[in-house]
């Protein structure tokens, strides 16, 4: 790739998503796009970034946007995470929302689907506890490949085996030839949309958790900052957010504090004040 | 050190399987069929079981049975490791007393990842 056309290519991919590609990310451009090339019939990568720099092609931004993006994901990624959603964050949903009986959960970065399903499921395994609740699980990514495939809702057998218990492949999947898929009321428990975390997030509504995991690491710290600053401000004074194990707010935004003894989970704070205590 | 016994007829299998698990800190005994896993449990129960179904002699299903009736028998973790991915095959290992379940082909992260979850690792 000529440094001109990496350069191009950096900010192009910076100004439409806010994911920093270093000089070491040479590597990895290339390799992610060289099967776009083949795909878009360019014999070329520098021909294909030619054609995004001339053609203003939305399909063609559309595919390297997708490209670009790291869409790894578990079922229960990491595990202690959702352990502690069972056992800490969902009762005292259940407490402090009793009123008005519904709450809403953010995936900010849905992939595949694996981490909003893993909540659907947690969910449904609660249901008795849930009898008569409203419960929205929102899941959004900026890559369209990945929105499909979390709606298909269809995953390889290597996917189904990394963190997904036996007993819940058994109770919430049914064998597709050698792929397996969700049953139909876990995936109808999650609702997906396309979104771009550099963009308004009022459209979204109010969320009493969410989780932005393993996506920050992408951002730069004024992106970081910007994001969390506007995900606070679609939170109630006890809502809580969750990041990836090698993720922090320290440094980035005063908007949420780390939540004593629990790692990765993060409490609100007001503007200018202190968390709400508990 | 936790040991594991590694239970499958073809000698390949139990290689990958002992260096996977070798890895992480285990120390391995080897089964070539059931019958030959039930002594060796029977000399010493081990924490961890790795359990192929389709074997000579005795299979996978049917030793887990026996296992689960021996004193002492219910303490193994036990997974299968199996190239059935059948439902019904799934639930029957279930319900024969099996830990968790792993469908061939495995790899290292797979069995790590299985190991996490019922509390080996």
């Not at chain 1, 229960?76 to 008005?100: E, N, V, Y």
């Not at chain 1, 704070?269 to 205590?277: D, I, M």
Request: with cysteine; proline share 5%; net charge neutral.
């Amino acid at each position: 790739m000529k440094p001109d056309d990496f350069a191009y290519f950096t900010k192009y991919i910076y100004d439409q998503t806010g994911l920093v590609l270093g000089p070491d990310k040479m590597y990895l451009i290339e390799s992610r796009l060289a099967p776009l090339a083949r795909k878009w019939n360019v014999a070329t990568i520098d021909l294909l970034v030619g054609q995004l720099r001339s053609a203003r092609d939305p399909a063609l931004q559309r595919d390297v946007v997708d490209a670009m993006m790291t869409n790894e994901s578990f079922f229960f990624r990491d595990g202690k995470p959702f352990d502690q959603f069972r056992q800490l964050i969902l009762p005292a949903l259940l407490q402090s929302r009793a009123a008005k009986k519904s709450f809403r959960i953010w995936c900010a970065a849905a992939s595949t689907g694996q981490e909003p399903y893993t909540l659907a499921m947690i969910l449904k395994e609660e249901a008795a506890k849930l009898a008569g609740w409203r419960v929205d699980i929102v899941g959004t990514d900026i890559s369209h490949e990945a929105l499909e495939r979390a709606k298909a809702g269809i995953y390889t057998q290597f996917e189904v085996q990394r963190g997904l218990p036996i007993t819940l492949l058994v109770k919430y999947f049914k064998q597709q030839g050698d792929k397996w898929g969700i049953a139909p009321e876990i995936r109808s428990a999650v609702q997906y949309r396309s979104f771009n975390l550099l963009s308004e997030f009022a459209s979204l509504g109010a969320f009493d958790v969410i989780f932005c995991r393993n996506v920050l690491i992408y951002f730069d710290q004024k992106t970081k900052g910007q994001i969390l600053d506007r995900m606070a401000k679609l939170m109630p004074a006890d809502g809580v957010l969750y990041l990836g194990g090698a993720e922090t707010v320290l440094g980035v935004t005063e908007r949420f504090q780390p939540m004593p003894g629990q790692r990765g989970i993060y409490q609100v704070v007001a503007p200018g004040g202190a968390a709400k205590a508990g | 050190m936790k040991s594991f016994l590694v239970v499958d007829d073809s000698r390949v299998i139990r290689n990958v399987a002992r260096r996977i698990l070798e890895a992480f800190g285990f120390k391995i005994e080897e089964a070539a069929d059931g019958q030959l896993a039930l002594e060796a449990c029977k000399r010493a129960m081990p924490d961890g079981i790795l359990l192929d179904w389709n074997m000579p002699v005795m299979n996978g299903i049917e030793f887990l049975r026996a296992l689960r009736a021996t004193p002492g028998g219910n303490a193994p973790i036990v997974l299968f490791c199996t190239t059935e991915t059948d439902m019904t095959k799934i639930q029957q290992a279930i319900e024969a007393g099996a830990n968790e379940y792993i469908m061939k082909p495995f790899d290292s992260e797979i069995v790590e990842s299985k190991l996490t979850q019922v509390g080996l690792l």
